[in-house]
Protein backbone atom coordinates (compact mmCIF):
# COMPACT_ATOMS: atom_id res chain seq x y z
CA UNK A 1 0.00 0.00 0.00
CA UNK A 2 1.39 3.51 -1.03
CA UNK A 3 2.84 5.61 1.43
CA UNK A 4 1.76 9.45 1.11
CA UNK A 5 4.07 11.61 1.67
CA UNK A 6 4.64 13.12 5.63
CA UNK A 7 4.28 17.01 7.01
CA UNK A 8 3.08 18.93 9.89
CA UNK A 9 -0.23 17.38 9.34
CA UNK A 10 -1.76 13.82 10.45
CA UNK A 11 -2.05 11.72 7.10
CA UNK A 12 -3.70 8.83 7.01
CA UNK A 13 -4.92 7.02 3.31
CA UNK A 14 -7.31 4.07 3.88
CA UNK A 15 -8.27 2.08 0.80
CA UNK A 16 -5.61 2.93 -1.55
CA UNK A 17 -2.87 0.57 -3.81
CA UNK A 18 -1.64 0.31 -6.59
CA UNK A 19 -3.70 -2.36 -7.74
CA UNK A 20 -6.87 -1.23 -6.46
CA UNK A 21 -7.86 1.96 -7.72
CA UNK A 22 -9.40 3.44 -4.13
CA UNK A 23 -9.01 6.15 -3.26
CA UNK A 24 -10.07 7.83 0.51
CA UNK A 25 -7.76 10.13 2.62
CA UNK A 26 -8.61 11.82 6.34
CA UNK A 27 -5.94 14.55 7.46
CA UNK A 28 -6.13 15.17 11.37
CA UNK A 29 -4.42 18.69 11.53
CA UNK A 30 -3.91 19.71 15.08
CA UNK A 31 -1.24 22.65 14.42
CA UNK A 32 -1.81 23.92 11.85
CA UNK A 33 -3.55 24.73 8.62
CA UNK A 34 -3.36 21.51 5.77
CA UNK A 35 -0.04 21.64 4.49
CA UNK A 36 1.15 22.28 0.95
CA UNK A 37 2.81 18.52 1.26
CA UNK A 38 -0.68 17.02 2.02
CA UNK A 39 -2.06 18.49 -0.85
CA UNK A 40 0.58 17.57 -3.09
CA UNK A 41 0.74 13.96 -1.40
CA UNK A 42 -3.04 13.33 -2.66
CA UNK A 43 -2.61 14.56 -5.88
CA UNK A 44 0.70 11.85 -6.61
CA UNK A 45 -0.97 9.14 -4.70
CA UNK A 46 -3.99 9.55 -7.27
CA UNK A 47 -1.87 9.95 -10.86
CA UNK A 48 0.24 6.67 -9.14
CA UNK A 49 -3.06 4.65 -9.43
CA UNK A 50 -2.99 1.81 -12.07
CA UNK A 51 -6.28 1.14 -14.13
CA UNK A 52 -5.91 -2.75 -14.28
CA UNK A 53 -9.38 -4.05 -14.15
CA UNK A 54 -7.79 -7.24 -11.99
CA UNK A 55 -6.61 5.58 -9.01
CA UNK A 56 9.23 20.12 -14.43
CA UNK A 57 10.51 18.63 -17.04
CA UNK A 58 10.29 18.26 -21.31
CA UNK A 59 7.46 20.66 -22.48
CA UNK A 60 6.84 18.92 -25.35
CA UNK A 61 3.64 16.72 -25.36
CA UNK A 62 4.59 13.44 -26.88
CA UNK A 63 1.22 12.53 -29.60
CA UNK A 64 1.06 10.06 -32.05
CA UNK A 65 1.90 11.52 -35.75
CA UNK A 66 -0.69 12.71 -37.45
CA UNK A 67 -1.60 11.29 -41.19
CA UNK A 68 -4.62 11.11 -43.17
CA UNK A 69 -5.64 7.88 -41.84
CA UNK A 70 -5.26 8.62 -38.21
CA UNK A 71 -7.34 11.77 -38.53
CA UNK A 72 -10.03 10.23 -40.56
CA UNK A 73 -9.89 7.30 -37.63
CA UNK A 74 -9.79 9.55 -34.27
CA UNK A 75 -12.67 11.43 -36.07
CA UNK A 76 -14.99 8.67 -36.02
CA UNK A 77 -13.56 8.24 -32.53
CA UNK A 78 -14.71 10.76 -31.29
CA UNK A 79 -17.18 11.02 -28.16
CA UNK A 80 -20.88 11.85 -29.02
CA UNK A 81 -22.19 11.61 -25.74
CA UNK A 82 -21.66 13.99 -22.76
CA UNK A 83 -21.63 12.29 -18.95
CA UNK A 84 -21.99 14.64 -16.15
CA UNK A 85 -20.49 13.54 -12.51
CA UNK A 86 -22.44 15.43 -9.85
CA UNK A 87 -20.02 13.97 -6.99
CA UNK A 88 -17.04 16.26 -8.82
CA UNK A 89 -18.74 18.82 -10.48
CA UNK A 90 -17.48 17.99 -13.56
CA UNK A 91 -19.10 16.86 -17.37
CA UNK A 92 -16.67 14.72 -19.81
CA UNK A 93 -17.60 13.49 -22.95
CA UNK A 94 -17.89 9.56 -23.02
CA UNK A 95 -15.46 8.02 -25.32
CA UNK A 96 -16.16 5.73 -27.70
CA UNK A 97 -16.27 2.13 -26.68
CA UNK A 98 -15.78 3.02 -23.32
CA UNK A 99 -18.64 2.72 -20.15
CA UNK A 100 -19.84 4.72 -17.43
CA UNK A 101 -17.79 3.21 -14.14
CA UNK A 102 -19.50 1.78 -11.16
CA UNK A 103 -16.55 1.52 -8.54
CA UNK A 104 -15.29 5.15 -9.50
CA UNK A 105 -15.58 8.29 -11.24
CA UNK A 106 -15.29 7.96 -14.76
CA UNK A 107 -15.13 6.02 -17.80
CA UNK A 108 -14.06 1.72 -18.20
CA UNK A 109 -13.00 -0.24 -21.43
CA UNK A 110 -12.26 -3.71 -18.54
CA UNK A 111 -11.03 -5.43 -21.95
CA UNK A 112 -8.66 -3.02 -22.43
CA UNK A 113 -7.09 -2.52 -18.87
CA UNK A 114 -8.21 1.23 -19.75
CA UNK A 115 -9.79 4.17 -18.05
CA UNK A 116 -10.84 7.75 -17.17
CA UNK A 117 -11.02 8.38 -13.49
CA UNK A 118 -12.25 11.88 -11.80
CA UNK A 119 -11.56 13.32 -8.69
CA UNK A 120 -11.95 16.31 -6.29
CA UNK A 121 -9.30 17.02 -3.96
CA UNK A 122 -10.19 20.03 -1.20
CA UNK A 123 -7.36 22.32 -1.78
CA UNK A 124 -5.51 24.84 -3.76
CA UNK A 125 -4.34 24.32 -7.02
CA UNK A 126 -1.34 26.05 -6.63
CA UNK A 127 -0.27 23.47 -3.35
CA UNK A 128 -1.64 20.58 -5.28
CA UNK A 129 0.53 20.92 -8.42
CA UNK A 130 3.48 22.17 -6.49
CA UNK A 131 5.66 19.13 -6.81
CA UNK A 132 4.83 17.96 -10.48
CA UNK A 133 8.50 17.23 -11.51
CA UNK A 134 10.38 15.15 -12.73
CA UNK A 135 11.91 13.82 -9.04
CA UNK A 136 8.86 14.22 -6.95
CA UNK A 137 7.05 11.93 -9.33
CA UNK A 138 9.68 9.29 -9.67
CA UNK A 139 9.99 8.75 -5.81
CA UNK A 140 6.40 7.28 -6.76
CA UNK A 141 7.78 5.18 -9.43
CA UNK A 142 6.24 7.68 -11.87
CA UNK A 143 8.74 9.10 -15.18
CA UNK A 144 7.38 12.52 -16.25
CA UNK A 145 7.23 12.16 -20.33
CA UNK A 146 5.77 16.06 -20.70
CA UNK A 147 4.24 18.52 -18.71
CA UNK A 148 2.29 21.83 -20.29
CA UNK A 149 0.37 24.90 -18.95
CA UNK A 150 -3.19 25.46 -20.21
CA UNK A 151 -6.12 26.72 -19.16
CA UNK A 152 -9.75 24.70 -18.66
CA UNK A 153 -13.01 26.95 -17.71
CA UNK A 154 -10.66 29.98 -17.71
CA UNK A 155 -8.84 28.26 -14.93
CA UNK A 156 -5.17 27.49 -14.56
CA UNK A 157 -4.09 24.01 -15.30
CA UNK A 158 -1.66 21.16 -16.21
CA UNK A 159 -1.65 18.56 -18.89
CA UNK A 160 1.05 15.76 -17.59
CA UNK A 161 1.52 12.83 -19.43
CA UNK A 162 3.71 9.88 -17.67
CA UNK A 163 4.21 6.37 -17.41
CA UNK A 164 4.20 3.88 -14.90
CA UNK A 165 5.03 -0.12 -14.62
CA UNK A 166 2.66 -2.39 -13.00
CA UNK A 167 2.50 -6.24 -12.98
CA UNK A 168 4.58 -7.05 -15.92
CA UNK A 169 3.01 -4.17 -18.45
CA UNK A 170 4.26 -0.85 -18.92
CA UNK A 171 1.17 1.89 -18.48
CA UNK A 172 0.40 5.52 -19.77
CA UNK A 173 -1.09 8.24 -18.58
CA UNK A 174 -2.91 11.68 -19.57
CA UNK A 175 -3.48 13.54 -16.22
CA UNK A 176 -5.69 17.03 -16.37
CA UNK A 177 -5.02 18.94 -13.36
CA UNK A 178 -6.90 22.60 -12.47
CA UNK A 179 -8.60 24.63 -10.35
CA UNK A 180 -8.37 27.45 -8.47
CA UNK A 181 -7.49 28.41 -4.14
CA UNK A 182 -10.43 26.25 -2.87
CA UNK A 183 -10.59 22.78 -4.57
CA UNK A 184 -8.47 21.05 -7.23
CA UNK A 185 -10.03 18.99 -10.15
CA UNK A 186 -7.70 15.75 -11.38
CA UNK A 187 -8.89 13.50 -14.33
CA UNK A 188 -6.89 10.84 -15.39
CA UNK A 189 -6.74 8.44 -18.47
CA UNK A 190 -4.66 5.56 -17.88
CA UNK A 191 -3.99 2.73 -20.75
CA UNK A 192 -0.99 0.57 -21.58
CA UNK A 193 1.91 1.16 -23.44
CA UNK A 194 1.67 -0.86 -26.56
CA UNK A 195 -1.83 0.88 -27.36
CA UNK A 196 -1.00 4.27 -27.46
CA UNK A 197 -2.39 4.14 -31.26
CA UNK A 198 -5.68 3.58 -30.09
CA UNK A 199 -6.17 5.49 -27.11
CA UNK A 200 -3.49 8.20 -26.26
CA UNK A 201 -5.07 10.94 -28.60
CA UNK A 202 -8.49 10.14 -28.42
CA UNK A 203 -8.74 9.84 -24.33
CA UNK A 204 -6.08 13.54 -24.34
CA UNK A 205 -8.98 15.26 -26.66
CA UNK A 206 -11.51 13.75 -23.70
CA UNK A 207 -9.71 14.53 -21.14
CA UNK A 208 -9.28 18.52 -22.60
CA UNK A 209 -12.90 18.62 -23.39
CA UNK A 210 -13.93 18.58 -19.47
CA UNK A 211 -16.01 20.96 -18.32
CA UNK A 212 -17.51 22.52 -15.14
CA UNK A 213 -21.38 20.97 -14.31
CA UNK A 214 -23.63 23.88 -14.34
CA UNK A 215 -26.26 21.82 -12.04
CA UNK A 216 -26.54 23.01 -8.34
CA UNK A 217 -27.92 19.28 -7.71
CA UNK A 218 -26.30 17.42 -4.80
CA UNK A 219 -24.90 13.79 -5.77
CA UNK A 220 -27.52 11.19 -4.56
CA UNK A 221 -26.85 8.62 -2.19
CA UNK A 222 -27.55 6.04 -4.81
CA UNK A 223 -24.37 7.18 -7.03
CA UNK A 224 -22.14 4.76 -4.64
CA UNK A 225 -22.47 1.41 -5.46
CA UNK A 226 -23.08 0.51 -1.40
CA UNK A 227 -25.61 1.47 1.03
CA UNK A 228 -24.41 1.92 4.58
CA UNK A 229 -26.99 3.09 7.61
CA UNK A 230 -25.09 5.17 10.12
CA UNK A 231 -25.58 5.01 13.71
CA UNK A 232 -25.26 7.70 16.80
CA UNK A 233 -21.52 9.29 17.02
CA UNK A 234 -20.67 8.91 13.47
CA UNK A 235 -21.86 11.32 10.58
CA UNK A 236 -21.62 11.09 6.88
CA UNK A 237 -18.41 13.21 5.40
CA UNK A 238 -20.59 15.06 2.15
CA UNK A 239 -16.81 15.90 0.81
CA UNK A 240 -15.47 11.87 0.46
CA UNK A 241 -17.99 11.88 -2.54
CA UNK A 242 -15.27 13.90 -4.58
CA UNK A 243 -12.64 11.34 -3.76
CA UNK A 244 -14.27 8.10 -5.04
CA UNK A 245 -17.03 5.73 -5.00
CA UNK A 246 -16.34 6.12 -1.12
CA UNK A 247 -18.65 6.52 1.91
CA UNK A 248 -16.81 7.87 5.08
CA UNK A 249 -18.33 9.03 8.59
CA UNK A 250 -16.60 10.62 11.86
CA UNK A 251 -18.16 12.58 15.15
CA UNK A 252 -19.14 15.88 13.16
CA UNK A 253 -18.87 14.63 9.05
CA UNK A 254 -15.98 16.80 9.30
CA UNK A 255 -12.77 16.75 7.54
CA UNK A 256 -10.11 17.35 8.62
CA UNK A 257 -10.12 15.79 12.24
CA UNK A 258 -9.58 17.27 15.02
CA UNK A 259 -7.45 14.92 16.79
CA UNK A 260 -5.40 11.79 15.62
CA UNK A 261 -7.70 9.56 17.64
CA UNK A 262 -11.13 10.88 17.20
CA UNK A 263 -13.10 8.15 15.26
CA UNK A 264 -13.25 7.32 11.51
CA UNK A 265 -15.17 4.90 9.41
CA UNK A 266 -14.94 4.06 5.84
CA UNK A 267 -16.55 2.09 3.63
CA UNK A 268 -14.74 1.42 0.31
CA UNK A 269 -15.32 -1.32 -2.65
CA UNK A 270 -11.93 -2.62 -4.78
CA UNK A 271 -12.16 -1.47 -8.61
CA UNK A 272 -11.04 -4.74 -9.35
CA UNK A 273 -13.35 -8.02 -10.14
CA UNK A 274 -10.56 -10.54 -9.72
CA UNK A 275 -10.51 -13.41 -7.30
CA UNK A 276 -8.46 -13.83 -3.97
CA UNK A 277 -7.46 -17.04 -3.10
CA UNK A 278 -6.29 -16.89 0.52
CA UNK A 279 -9.01 -14.13 1.71
CA UNK A 280 -7.52 -14.88 5.26
CA UNK A 281 -3.92 -13.88 4.71
CA UNK A 282 -4.47 -10.83 1.93
CA UNK A 283 -7.29 -9.36 4.79
CA UNK A 284 -4.56 -9.03 7.33
CA UNK A 285 -2.17 -8.19 5.05
CA UNK A 286 -4.19 -5.03 4.12
CA UNK A 287 -4.46 -4.37 7.82
CA UNK A 288 -1.18 -4.82 8.30
CA UNK A 289 0.11 -2.36 5.66
CA UNK A 290 -2.28 0.66 6.56
CA UNK A 291 0.11 3.40 6.33
CA UNK A 292 1.74 5.51 8.94
CA UNK A 293 0.21 2.86 11.24
CA UNK A 294 1.98 0.27 13.34
CA UNK A 295 -0.26 -2.74 14.02
CA UNK A 296 0.95 -3.73 17.62
CA UNK A 297 -1.01 -7.11 17.93
CA UNK A 298 -4.37 -8.56 16.39
CA UNK A 299 -6.72 -9.25 18.98
CA UNK A 300 -9.54 -10.64 16.90
CA UNK A 301 -10.10 -12.41 13.95
CA UNK A 302 -13.39 -13.82 12.71
CA UNK A 303 -15.22 -15.03 9.66
CA UNK A 304 -17.76 -13.22 8.71
CA UNK A 305 -21.23 -12.59 6.56
CA UNK A 306 -22.64 -9.33 5.93
CA UNK A 307 -25.49 -8.89 2.92
CA UNK A 308 -24.81 -12.79 2.17
CA UNK A 309 -21.20 -11.70 1.21
CA UNK A 310 -18.58 -13.53 3.03
CA UNK A 311 -15.39 -12.41 5.08
CA UNK A 312 -13.49 -11.66 7.65
CA UNK A 313 -13.26 -9.39 10.39
CA UNK A 314 -10.46 -8.05 12.44
CA UNK A 315 -9.84 -6.30 15.54
CA UNK A 316 -6.13 -5.23 16.16
CA UNK A 317 -3.85 -2.32 18.53
CA UNK A 318 -2.43 0.07 16.63
CA UNK A 319 -0.23 2.93 17.00
CA UNK A 320 0.13 6.54 15.21
CA UNK A 321 3.59 6.57 13.49
CA UNK A 322 3.70 10.36 14.16
CA UNK A 323 1.83 11.28 17.19
CA UNK A 324 2.45 7.92 18.77
CA UNK A 325 -1.32 7.56 19.80
CA UNK A 326 -2.24 4.21 20.66
CA UNK A 327 -5.08 3.23 18.57
CA UNK A 328 -7.99 0.32 17.60
CA UNK A 329 -8.67 -0.87 14.23
CA UNK A 330 -11.51 -2.49 13.13
CA UNK A 331 -11.61 -4.09 9.88
CA UNK A 332 -14.32 -6.18 7.89
CA UNK A 333 -12.95 -7.36 4.49
CA UNK A 334 -15.78 -8.77 2.55
CA UNK A 335 -15.32 -11.23 -1.03
CA UNK A 336 -18.16 -10.69 -3.64
CA UNK A 337 -18.53 -13.95 -6.13
CA UNK A 338 -17.84 -11.87 -9.03
CA UNK A 339 -14.48 -10.89 -7.61
CA UNK A 340 -12.59 -7.88 -5.73
CA UNK A 341 -13.41 -7.10 -2.42
CA UNK A 342 -14.90 -4.33 0.08
CA UNK A 343 -13.69 -2.86 3.22
CA UNK A 344 -15.46 -1.65 6.10
CA UNK A 345 -12.73 -0.01 8.51
CA UNK A 346 -13.09 2.07 11.70
CA UNK A 347 -10.42 3.56 13.40
CA UNK A 348 -10.34 5.52 16.75
CA UNK A 349 -8.11 6.09 19.88
CA UNK A 350 -7.47 3.21 22.35
CA UNK A 351 -9.32 5.11 25.01
CA UNK A 352 -12.56 5.78 22.81
CA UNK A 353 -12.40 2.05 21.39
CA UNK A 354 -15.36 0.83 24.28
CA UNK A 355 -17.36 3.26 23.34
CA UNK A 356 -16.78 2.95 19.09
CA UNK A 357 -15.78 -0.70 18.42
CA UNK A 358 -19.50 -1.80 18.81
CA UNK A 359 -20.62 1.56 16.96
CA UNK A 360 -18.32 0.40 13.81
CA UNK A 361 -19.42 -3.29 14.23
CA UNK A 362 -23.27 -2.16 14.15
CA UNK A 363 -22.33 -0.28 11.23
CA UNK A 364 -20.59 -2.65 9.30
CA UNK A 365 -23.69 -4.91 9.82
CA UNK A 366 -26.18 -2.79 7.88
CA UNK A 367 -23.84 -2.91 4.35
CA UNK A 368 -26.01 -3.50 1.22
CA UNK A 369 -24.63 -4.48 -2.24
CA UNK A 370 -26.20 -2.05 -4.69
CA UNK A 371 -25.22 -3.31 -8.05
CA UNK A 372 -25.07 -0.35 -10.70
Same mark, same amino acid.
Given at each position: ????????????? *??????????????????????????????????????????????????????? *???????????????????????????????????????????????????????? *?????????????????????????????????????????????????????????????????????????????????????????????????????????????????????????????????????????????????????????????????????????????????????????????????????????????????? *??????????????????????????????????????
Amino acid at each position: MSQLIRSNVYIRS *FGFDRSHRQIVYWVNNSFAPISMKYQLAIAIALVSLIGTHISSMAETVISPTGNQ *FQSRWLQAQQPKTLVTFPEVGLVLPQPSGFTKATAFHGFEQTETNSSIVLTKIPGP *FSAVTKGFNKDTLATRGISLISKESIKIDNQPGLLVQISQSAYGEKFLKWVLVFGDEQNTSLVTATFLDKNTAKFSEPLKQALLAVTASSSSTPPAASSLPFSITEVAGLTPVAAATGLGKVAAFTKDGNLPLTNPTDPLFIVTPSVAIVPVVDRKSFATRRLSNYPQTDITRVTSTKKISIDNLSGWEIVANGRDRQSKSALKLYQVML *FPERGGYVVLIGIVGDKQAETYLPKFKKMALTYRNSPQ
